[in-house]
């Protein structure tokens, strides 16, 4: 009663317990997926990896795609915690800035190709995440589009042509040469033309 009146928190050790098994879960679920497939998750082989009976997981996710949507959360809050650190030490210089903020998504992308398919493809049918998940990724889109703006950007024109170009670099990058570099090496050279399209001015060349 006196640590109540001090006002010390009481902890929820329930809810705490419940938080790291749904924890459990989704790295479960994200080991499986990257071994057998986004499609090829079930919730048998979730519910064995981490040592439950199948019906057990519902007491933890209504269903298969709860998982999911809870997988699509978690990997766009990491993406935006990794933009939301490095937005205050872009470049002055709006090419180099521009080639930063490409690179940072294209990188996390090629990291994983399973967490890229969730994050940005329709590869499973009747998926569609909650509002609570998809906000992070509202909040990465946003976050983009004013960096961009101040770069230069104008419109939703220039930002679906920036998004086709660097998604198009990925796709390519993943389906072709998974691992290697073929197409990581057009980016700079893609964003340079991105650029002259946007009207900035080139970097002043050193003299010799």
């Known amino acids: 009663m006196l ?15 419940r938080e790291a098994t749904r924890a459990e879960i989704i790295a479960a679920a994200w080991a499986i997926a990257e071994h057998k497939g986004l499609a090829g998750l ?11 009976q199948a019906p057990s997981l519902y007491s933890y996710f209504e269903s298969k795609n709860a998982i999911y949507d809870a997988m699509f959360g978690q990997a766009w809050t990491e993406y935006l915690d990794i933009v939301t650190a490095a937005e205050p030490t872009l470049p002055k ?20 190709t399973t ?19 998809y906000a992070p990724a509202v909040a990465v889109v946003e976050l983009a589009r ?21 998604g198009g670099l990925i796709n390519a990058q993943q389906a072709n040469e998974p691992g290697g570099d073929r197409w990581a090496r057009l ?18 060349k050193r003299a010799r």
């Open 187 to 204: 980016l700079d050279v893609a964003i340079d033309m991105f650029a002259d399209h946007l009207g900035l001015a080139a970097p002043k």
């Open 42 to 52: 079930t919730l048998r082989d979730v519910a064995l990896a981490v040592g439950m």
């Open 115 to 133: 967490r890229h398919q969730l994050m940005n493809e329709r590869t499973i049918p009747g998926f569609v995440p909650s509002p609570e998940s």
């Open 3 to 17: 640590l109540i009146m001090l006002g010390t928190p009481i902890r929820d050790r329930q809810a705490e317990r």
């Open 93 to 112: 210089d709006p090419r180099a800035a521009l080639k930063v903020v490409a690179h940072t998504f294209f990188d996390f992308a090629i990291a994983n």
């Open 146 to 166: 004013r960096d961009l703006a101040r770069i230069g950007m104008s419109g939703d024109a220039d930002f679906d042509l920036y998004i086709a170009l660097v």
